[in-house]
């Protein structure tokens, strides 16, 4: 079964006034191929998009309680829907050209709280709570080695 969202009176059921999509975590599995189901993002959503020209959005993952910014990942549509629907973020891998669930081979998960797009619609900040190192490297977030300016005390 599929996991359903939270529904406001009299408006878009994925789309708030405040444009925060809030996924409800789903009750089984779902299997996470590596081929695309067309149209499963909502056409509100999806028409709403600005894509790449490779047909991705950059996702910003934050952790959702402290405000700090963990990570950047590549979502196209299906990946959206898949973050959305499941509780736990999706991206797709430039690189291996598929699908990654994060946390299913490290462990290290991210449970969605919220969803947002930008006021571009060019990009997506997906709230979260982050089991684990979030950056492949095993650091707490992919900002903490390479620091170009600190602020002054």
């Not at 999509?21 to 590596?34: K, L, Q, W």
């Not at 189901?37 to 600005?50: M, Q, T, Y």
Request: net charge neutral; glycine share 6%.
């Amino acid at each position: 079964m599929r996991a359903s969202l939270r529904r406001e009176p009299a408006e878009h059921p994925l789309i708030r006034r405040t444009g925060i999509i809030t996924p409800v975590p789903a009750r089984h599995n779902v299997p996470m191929s590596t081929s695309p189901r067309p149209g499963s993002l909502d056409p509100a959503i999806a028409e709403r998009l600005k894509r790449s020209a490779d047909g991705l959005i950059p996702a910003i993952a934050q952790q959702y309680d402290t405000g700090e910014v963990l990570m950047l990942g590549w979502m196209d549509d299906e990946a959206l829907h898949r973050t959305l629907t499941t509780g736990r973020c999706t991206y797709w891998s430039r690189s291996r050209q598929e699908y990654w669930v994060k946390g299913d081979t490290s462990g290290h998960f991210q449970h969605v709280k919220s969803v947002a797009l930008d006021c571009d619609a060019d990009t997506v900040l997906v709230r979260v709570d982050q089991v684990g190192a979030a950056c492949h490297t095993g650091a707490r977030t992919c900002f903490d080695e390479d620091v170009l300016l600190r602020a002054a005390d």
